[in-house]
């Protein structure tokens, strides 16, 4: 049986006890009906998982004692990291969401000229709070048990300051192949993506200033939302398969 896994912000420990937070209390009572006695998943994004079951629910809140930490690790040995132009709205979910479920280390979102999407510092901030949560609602399903780090919404040059091991833009125009890249990743590689109208000229020029070497995703123009998650799906393929040789 796939037991229910929780996000815990706080650090757990076993023999303590804790209680869930609001949302996950509301939805065990109200959806999922588990009464005192059934075992949960707990993690707190610092590693591993822990079994715990409920001893104390009410209708707002659900207490849980902790019995056992499992040190599993589900992390890709490819850390990479993201740095997606803000999308609208929908979109910029999913990709956190997918980007989370493949193993993305950190997803910095990045505000470019022709993005479609603008925001205020009142409205990035509130957009920050929501993006985390996808995160952590991607991570409880895929089995995740550390969060990408999710930065909040940054320009370009404070956003490639972040940029860390081999550093690729995605550009349609560009003549090398995402996959000729394959055996020099080492650890790391940052992966910048474009927004719906993709770089300006300009923005691609600071990106290369910054050590980007833009390369092609194929014949076909992609739509942001798939470039971000298709690139990180070979990444993480072309990670492994240069490890295993």
Not at 90 to 116: C, F, N, Y
Not at 159 to 185: K, V
Not at 236 to 244: C, K, R, T
Request: charged content about 20%.
């Amino acid at each position: 049986m796939r037991l229910t896994r929780i996000h815990v912000p706080e650090r757990l420990a076993v023999g303590h006890e804790v209680t869930l937070p609001e949302a996950a209390s509301l939805h065990i009572v109200r959806v999922l009906r588990l009464a005192v006695g059934a075992p949960v998943l707990l993690f707190d994004g610092h590693g591993g998982e822990y079994d715990a079951v409920i001893v104390h629910s009410t209708r707002g809140a659900v207490r849980t004692a902790v019995l056992r930490h499992q040190a599993i690790e589900r992390e890709t040995r490819l850390e990479i990291t993201l740095l997606q132009a803000l999308a609208r709205g929908e979109k910029m979910d999913w990709i956190i969401q997918k980007a989370t479920e493949l193993g993305v280390h950190r997803i910095v979102p990045v505000a470019l000229e022709r993005s479609v999407v603008k925001l205020d510092e009142r409205q990035a901030d509130k957009r920050l709070a929501h993006w985390r949560a996808v995160a952590v609602s991607a991570c409880e399903q895929c089995g995740r048990n550390r969060l990408p780090a999710i930065a909040p919404l940054a320009s370009l040059a404070a956003a490639l300051d972040l940029a860390t091991g081999l550093r690729l833009l995605l550009d349609p125009d560009a003549t090398q192949p995402l996959r000729a890249h394959g055996g020099a990743m080492g650890d790391s590689v940052s992966l910048l993506i474009g927004p719906e109208g993709g770089p300006t000229s300009a923005e691609t020029a600071t990106a290369v200033a910054a050590g980007f070497k833009a390369v092609n995703f194929g014949a076909r123009v992609l739509r942001t939302e798939t470039a971000a998650v298709a690139a990180v799906s070979v990444l993480q393929f072309l990670g492994d398969s240069a490890a295993a040789d």
